[in-house]
């Protein structure tokens, strides 16, 4: 069964920093791009961050480039947010497509082209 399962949420101070994982499971993991998705309610849902199947290639939006890391390994996708903002507080979503490493990842559209959505987890950002 494909399952993709979020950690490391909760409540941070401004500044500070947080760890996040996705899980991958049932599914080849390093074929599969990986999102970071974030929302917040009443808003669209924002692209944050993605990595390619190899690892290759990493976006960010630009309101977290210099502050927010994403890495990966064989199972897990890490999101690693330092110096982090109140309006970074969201539902995070971590996301998977089926995508050869040549042809990227993608942070556009929402996350429309995304497959597989892991059950989303709250950071709150605190001032």
């Known amino acids: 069964q494909f399952q993709l399962v979020e950690s490391g949420g909760g409540l941070v101070q401004s500044g500070g920093s947080l760890r996040r994982s996705c899980t991958g499971s049932?599914?080849?993991?390093?074929?599969?791009?990986i999102g970071w998705f974030r929302q917040v309610p009443g808003k669209e849902r924002e692209g944050v961050s993605c990595?390619?199947?190899?690892?290759?290639t990493r976006r960010y939006v630009d309101s977290v480039k210099g502050r927010f890391t994403i890495s990966r390994d064989s199972a897990k996708v890490y999101l690693q947010m330092n110096n982090v903002e109140p309006d970074d507080t969201a539902v995070y979503y971590c996301?998977?497509?089926?995508?050869?490493?040549?042809?990227?990842?993608?942070?556009?559209?929402?996350?429309?082209?995304?497959?597989?959505w892991g059950q989303g987890t709250q950071v709150t950002v605190s001032s």
């Open positions: 990595i390619s199947s190899s690892g290759g």
């Open positions: 049932g599914f080849t993991f390093d074929h599969y791009a």
């Open positions: 996301a998977a497509v089926f995508r050869a490493a040549e042809a990227g990842c993608l942070l556009g559209q929402s996350g429309r082209r995304y497959d597989y």
